[in-house]
């Protein structure tokens, strides 16, 4: 009974290992994406142009970039990617 037991929490220890892993994959790449959309938005950061309609163009799809950038930062926070970076 006692090997089974142990057996059982063997397992159990891979599992807890293996998701630990994977999230903490899945935070990196998250992390990344965010960081990849933040540049985006500030590479699409529109400069003064004499042409408005392309300057407004460029702002709301900066704006577009950035708020994705945002959502990806909520979600990786969400998942215990709180830490810096």
Do not use: C, H
């Amino acid at each position: 009974m006692a090997a089974e037991v142990g057996r059982l929490f063997g397992l159990y220890q891979e599992q807890v290992s293996r998701l630990l892993t994977e999230r903490t994959q899945e935070n990196e790449r998250l992390r990344a994406d965010s960081e990849r959309l933040a540049a985006l938005a500030i590479e699409n950061t529109p400069t003064p142009r004499r042409d408005g309609k392309a300057s407004g163009r460029a702002r709301r799809a900066a704006g577009r970039v950035s708020r994705m950038a945002d959502l990806v930062e909520q979600v990786r926070r969400s998942r215990g990617g709180g830490g810096a970076g």
